[in-house]
């Protein structure tokens, strides 16, 4: 069965570094959304993207963050210089056209610990 | 800002019971709803979606809506120890370009045999 695939599966960085997520969703799947879960709370929508530019972006995906789909099959979440309230779960969703508007598959996560 | 408000429990019963999880939402325009199942430490996985009033059944699972109470539920009968998870419950934002879900905080269901 195809899934969402991403990487890492864990990273752990210093305050202010860069990071870098990436995501490969499922092939035939045209729409795709970074969402995050910090331990214990809510999964919180952060960004949608569709057709190579950002459909729309939730109050927490602010400057610092960015996304791109630089070769047509990886979709990355870029994290300029991350803060201690950064770490969480991220998790890469896709839904393939036409598809029930809230059915998404989601990838394993990764697991963002900033230091 | 839409929300989302689930039991946040731990709900527990016994193998063979029924496990009842409830959601209430508050944005009265909201049109589709799910249940996401999400193992410890795992991603959500869609298992449910209801957008009419009433019942909807899929297999061990009935999802229940009631768009007046702005309410929305899940049984899951004949609970097994492999139902044990956080129930996540997920409205669809109306007003969104792709489909943006809000989530609650989830309701753990721990099944013991």
């Known amino acids: 069965e195809p899934e969402v695939t991403q990487t890492p599966s864990h990273q752990v960085t210093q305050m202010g570094q860069e990071v870098i997520l990436r995501c490969v969703p499922i092939?035939?799947?045209?729409?795709f959304y970074w969402y995050r879960q910090i331990l214990g709370q809510k999964v919180e929508f952060l960004v949608s993207?569709?057709?190579?530019?950002?459909?729309?972006k939730s109050e927490i995906f602010d400057d610092q963050f960015s996304v791109e789909r630089p070769d047509g099959s990886n979709f990355t979440l870029k994290i300029r210089s991350t803060k201690l309230e950064d770490s969480a779960m991220y998790f890469c969703?896709?839904?393939?056209?036409?598809?029930?508007?809230?059915?998404?598959?989601f990838g394993e996560g990764s697991r963002l610990t900033v230091l | 800002q839409k929300e989302v408000e689930q039991n946040s429990g731990p709900l527990s019963v016994p193998e063979g019971a029924i496990a009842s999880l409830n959601c209430t939402y508050s944005?009265?325009?909201?049109?589709?709803f799910f249940w996401y199942r999400q193992y410890s430490g795992k991603s959500p996985e869609l298992i449910m979606s209801?957008?009419?009033?009433g019942d909807k059944e899929d297999g061990r699972f009935t999802a229940q809506l009631n768009k007046a109470s702005q309410y929305v539920s899940l049984l899951i009968r004949d609970s097994q120890p492999s139902d044990s998870a956080t129930y996540l419950c997920?409205?669809?934002?109306?007003?969104?370009?792709?489909?943006?879900?809000?989530f609650g905080r989830g309701t753990q269901l721990t099944v013991w045999p």
């Open positions: 944005d009265r325009v909201s049109q589709s």
């Open positions: 993207f569709y057709n190579n530019e950002i459909s729309e």
């Open positions: 092939s035939n799947h045209l729409y």
């Open positions: 997920a409205v669809y934002d109306r007003g969104s370009t792709l489909g943006r879900l809000y």
């Open positions: 209801i957008y009419s009033n």
């Open positions: 969703a896709s839904r393939r056209q036409g598809g029930n508007t809230g059915e998404l598959f």
